[in-house]
């Protein structure tokens, strides 16, 4: 113990895990508490408003619970309404009711407990229950004391007036009205908005009272203003009505619901929520007119069968009650007011349900700086809350049984949309991170000083050629010829190109070269590039120690063989990877956007990836040791990215791969758009061949490391958010076709899960900016330029992904490099589906607003989504204006182009 004690190495070993330790719980701690305290300050009102000691004068009462309804049943018993009776008869004396027939214990409970009743009767289009809820509510007024007066039929004429026929409804309810006033000594009133009064004054003529319904919320008044208009109203149905006793029948104020954009630009919108709705209470009991007033508060108990499409009142018609469904306060009359009533639990579990990533982060990341990671903590613990919200969602708001099936369906589809887009960001956060905060490279590998002449190893380079231009490929013979490397061949395979013209120049310039170049032509050929590649490796030379593969339209550097080739003195290397870079994109904004566009990956991703040696091997300006190629079994023709899955298999078997990020060749940009979207759809369709092949070796028993697992499993994330921004604009469409069709049906508050998306998406595609200008020296505009062909390639990416998850096999595209002349119409053709998406979005948003549906803030919101999701789809047409704008030629010499570099990590 004591020799152990002594050892310095020891004990410094074990301070550094204290330190470290000490430090990751602090890291955690501190965010998780900060995080704690901004939920706090978003929960509490800044101000508590009118605190209350009045009582209230009375409820409407509707008695049912979650999965009851009047329409349809089951009522709730005489057990359930004593209940009720016993926690209301704490706050009132007074109950409005609404039927009879259905709630035949109602009344009676109500006695026992000492309320007086304002009795009330449902009535709709069926004259025979109308007839029994008549007889049942003069039997009941003139048999119970304790029921004061009588109602008869809630809002009759406003629901008929929706439907057209008010007319004739208004002959029926006077009629009923007079029926009842005859046989009941009870004082009987009906009970309609403010404006219905207004509109039909004759029908005081039939009543004993006026009851009137005030809603400052559906009238789009703001909060603010919301009691002074409750007086307005009152006094507005007192003026026209003298000497008639004036019944607030219902008032009060949602805490869900649809935002109610004012009409008045100066005013404030009507917003619902926890806050609003206990403030606008007590605001309303506080003034001093109110204890003067006859008045019901809209409602009890919150009523989810209000939601039901066909006959309830849509999203707000649930969350109009002092207590939730389950009997709960939502709101007292006294103390602090709070924004969110499940503030408290939301922030305690995304704080437990965090802590232990950010803590593994924290320590497991002494490279890093502390600022980066309390910023990866940061990212952690926005997304753990992100998630804590979504999935709070079925206890904030109601999900009735008619719709609960289609409403969780399409709740799981957003939270789990929500899951992969967090993923999606905490792997770029990931990367982010290391690329601004790590202090050091652990893996940086540069050119290494060549062999002597008499000890280089000998190299085999394969040039694999379809249908190429041959002047392209002879300028990438000719600087093979130039390396300055004496152990070499190069293997020319051209495989099923049928016009001799475009091969026989090759075989030509290959016997011109000497008898280093060998020229193979091969025809009826399988397995695309790979299948040639394989074909290579047959007939290599039985010296090669490495096999180098180079594109067809690469010129290389004479240092690439003998500034690389020196990596593989170390026994356990197999690859050796030199990034792909451009020439002759200076002039034309399209090819710069290419360029710029590729060398983010090259400059970053693949530094990221190299620190833990899971390297994205690529087809071109790469060197593969042999035995390590023929130990795997060479390339896969089964796979349309050969190249990638190859590195994963050498990796697999536990060698070391190495990316040496010098320029040592370049190659041509895609010729235009359609070339790159062909690129890129093969290689998003590749990436999920190689996904669906290796997963099992991914999260199974393999000889990857977890890291490794990590970067191969996450890799592809950024392409899996592509597809997942397709998969919401379209899901857009249609929630928006349901709006439009269905209002009531489609109520579930997408906007509240929609956003944080969105932000998340808007976060990500604000990264890669930063990431560029920290690292690279790019200016700003291809910055911009980069972006927009990233972005507009969104559409061609999410199509590979979704090919290549559903397709097995894939057809190798050989990307053109030379621009082609095509007709008029040609422009359109390789953004044909972009375009279609992008014109069904702004006739998405076209018929909000020609439906009117642009009234409500959440409808704006809603429209605003639908312009952020046509941004892939303009820059796609973006990308392709830019392709066909002329090259411009520069009379001077351009200057020297400053080679990319890493501005930090040494």
């Known amino acids: 113990m004591f020799r152990i004690l002594r050892n310095p190495q020891t004990i410094k070993k074990s301070v550094d895990f204290v330190l470290r330790f000490f430090a990751a719980f602090a890291i955690a701690a501190a965010v998780a508490s900060l995080q704690y305290l901004l939920w706090q300050t978003y929960g509490h009102s800044n101000d508590t408003p009118n605190d209350t000691s009045f009582s209230i004068k009375g409820f409407s009462y509707s008695g049912y619970r979650r999965g009851q309804s009047p329409f349809t049943g089951p009522h709730p018993n005489a057990a359930e309404l004593a209940q009720d009776f016993e926690l209301l008869r704490q706050k009132t004396d007074n109950l409005r009711t609404y039927g009879i027939s259905d709630l035949p214990a109602m009344l009676q409970e109500a006695g026992k407990h000492d309320f007086q009743v304002t009795a009330g009767i449902w009535i709709d289009n069926d004259e025979n229950r109308n007839e029994l809820e008549i007889n049942a509510l003069i039997d009941a007024a003139n048999e119970m004391r304790h029921i004061e007066r009588v109602i008869v039929g809630n809002e009759v004429l406003w629901r008929a007036q929706n439907e057209h026929r008010a007319d004739q409804v208004f002959k029926r309810l006077t009629g009923y009205l007079d029926q009842v006033r005859a046989r009941t000594r009870k004082p009987v009133s009906t009970a309609e908005q403010w404006h219905i009064w207004e509109k039909y004054p004759e029908l005081a003529d039939h009543v004993d009272f006026i009851t009137v319904h005030i809603f400052p919320y559906h009238e789009k008044i703001g909060i603010a203003d919301a009691i002074e208009n409750v007086f307005e109203r009152y006094d507005q149905m007192a003026r026209l009505f003298p000497g008639k006793k004036i019944v607030i029948g219902e008032i009060g104020w949602p805490n869900k619901g649809p935002v109610r954009a004012s009409e008045d630009p100066m005013r404030d919108d009507a917003v619902p929520s926890d806050e609003n709705q206990a403030r606008f209470v007590r605001e309303f009991l506080a003034h001093p007119r109110t204890p003067m007033l006859d008045y019901f508060l809209l409602e009890a108990f919150d009523q989810p069968w209000k939601i039901d499409a066909e006959r309830g009142e849509g999203w707000a018609g649930a969350y109009w009650g002092m207590y939730d469904v389950d009997r709960h306060l939502k709101y007292p009359l006294t103390g602090s007011i709070e924004r969110d009533r499940y503030w408290s639990a939301k922030a305690s579990n995304a704080a437990i349900i965090a802590f232990l990533p950010m803590f593994l982060m924290a320590f497991f990341l002494p490279s890093w700086s502390v600022g980066g990671r309390l910023f990866l903590a940061t990212m952690i613990q926005a997304c753990i809350s992100i998630l804590i919200i979504g999935l709070n969602v079925p206890a904030e708001y109601y999900l009735v049984p008619q719709r609960q099936q289609r409403e969780l369906i399409g709740l799981a589809v957003v939270i789990s949309a929500t899951c992969l887009t967090v993923a999606v960001l905490l792997s770029h956060g990931f990367e982010f991170g290391e690329i601004l905060f790590k202090r050091r490279w652990r893996r940086r590998f540069t050119p290494l000083p060549p062999h002597p002449s008499g000890k280089q190893p000998f190299v085999s380079i394969h040039l694999a050629c379809h249908n190429e231009p041959p002047e392209m490929v002879i300028a990438t013979l000719d600087s093979l010829a130039a390396l300055d490397y004496g152990n070499f061949e190069v293997l020319v395979l051209d495989n099923n190109t049928r016009d001799e013209a475009l091969w026989r120049p090759l075989e030509k310039r290959c016997a011109e070269l000497g008898p280093k170049f060998h020229f193979f032509h091969l025809m009826d050929w399988p397995g695309f590039k790979a299948g040639a590649l394989n074909y290579g490796l047959m007939v290599t030379d039985s010296r090669a120690e490495a096999v180098g593969v180079v594109d067809a339209d690469y010129v290389v550097s004479p240092e690439w063989l003998a500034s690389l080739v020196p990596h593989f003195d170390k026994a356990d290397v197999a690859v050796v990877q030199a990034p792909q870079a451009h020439r002759d994109w200076e002039h034309q904004p399209f090819r710069r956007m290419c360029n710029w566009e590729f060398d983010g990956f090259f400059r970053i991703g693949m530094h990221h990836r190299n620190e833990r040696n899971a390297l994205i091997q690529h087809g071109t300006m790469t060197l593969i040791r042999r035995r390590a190629l023929e130990?795997?079994?060479?390339?896969?023709?089964?796979?349309?990215?050969?190249?990638?899955?190859?590195?994963?298999?050498?990796?697999?078997?536990?060698?070391?791969?190495?990316?040496?990020?010098?320029?040592?060749?370049?190659?041509?940009?895609?010729?235009?758009?359609?070339?790159?979207?062909?690129?890129?759809?093969?290689?998003?369709?590749?990436?999920?061949?190689?996904?669906?092949?290796?997963?099992?070796?991914?999260?199974?028993?393999?000889?990857?490391?977890?890291?490794?697992?990590?970067?191969?499993?996450?890799?592809?994330?950024?392409?899996?958010?592509?597809?997942?921004?397709?998969?919401?604009?379209?899901?857009?469409?249609?929630?928006?076709?349901?709006?439009?069709?269905?209002?009531?049906?489609?109520?579930?508050?997408?906007?509240?899960?929609?956003?944080?998306?969105?932000?998340f998406m808007a976060f990500k595609a604000a990264l890669g900016p930063i990431l560029y200008r920290r690292t690279m020296n790019c200016p700003w505009r291809d910055i911009l330029g980069a972006s927009i062909l990233s972005v507009g390639?969104?559409?061609?990416?999410?199509?590979?992904?979704?090919?290549?998850?559903?397709?097995?096999?894939?057809?190798?595209?050989?990307?053109?490099?030379?621009?082609?002349?095509?007709?008029?119409?040609?422009?359109?053709?390789?953004?044909?589906?972009?375009?279609?998406?992008?014109?069904?979005?702004?006739?998405?948003?076209?018929?909000?607003?020609?439906?009117?549906?642009?009234?409500?803030?959440?409808?704006?919101?809603?429209?605003?989504?639908?312009?952020?999701?046509?941004?892939?789809?303009?820059?796609?047409?973006?990308?392709?204006?830019?392709?066909?704008?002329?090259?411009?030629?520069?009379?001077?010499?351009?200057?020297?182009?400053?080679?990319?570099?890493?501005?930090?990590?040494?």
């Open 631 to 759: 130990e795997v079994g060479g390339w896969s023709e089964w796979c349309i990215c050969e190249d990638t899955e190859l590195g994963f298999r050498i990796i697999e078997k536990g060698y070391d791969t190495r990316y040496v990020d010098h320029i040592l060749g370049r190659g041509l940009t895609p010729s235009d758009f359609a070339a790159i979207k062909s690129q890129r759809f093969r290689w998003a369709f590749g990436a999920m061949q190689i996904l669906k092949a290796h997963l099992p070796i991914i999260l199974g028993r393999s000889s990857l490391n977890l890291a490794q697992r990590y970067h191969f499993l996450t890799g592809w994330f950024s392409w899996f958010g592509d597809a997942l921004q397709f998969v919401f604009a379209y899901g857009s469409l249609l929630w928006t076709a349901g709006i439009l069709a269905f209002p009531k049906t489609f109520s579930l508050p997408v906007v509240v899960l929609a956003l944080p998306v969105l932000g």
């Open 793 to 906: 390639l969104a559409h061609a990416v999410a199509r590979g992904v979704f090919t290549g998850l559903i397709k097995k096999k894939g057809v190798f595209v050989v990307t053109p490099k030379g621009w082609k002349a095509r007709g008029a119409l040609a422009f359109f053709g390789p953004i044909r589906e972009e375009l279609g998406m992008f014109v069904a979005l702004i006739l998405a948003i076209m018929s909000l607003v020609w439906a009117r549906e642009t009234t409500s803030t959440e409808a704006r919101l809603w429209a605003g989504i639908l312009a952020l999701q046509c941004i892939p789809y303009m820059a796609s047409v973006a990308c392709q204006i830019a392709a066909y704008f002329p090259e411009r030629r520069r009379l001077e010499p351009p200057p020297e182009r400053l080679e990319p570099t890493l501005r930090v990590l040494p």
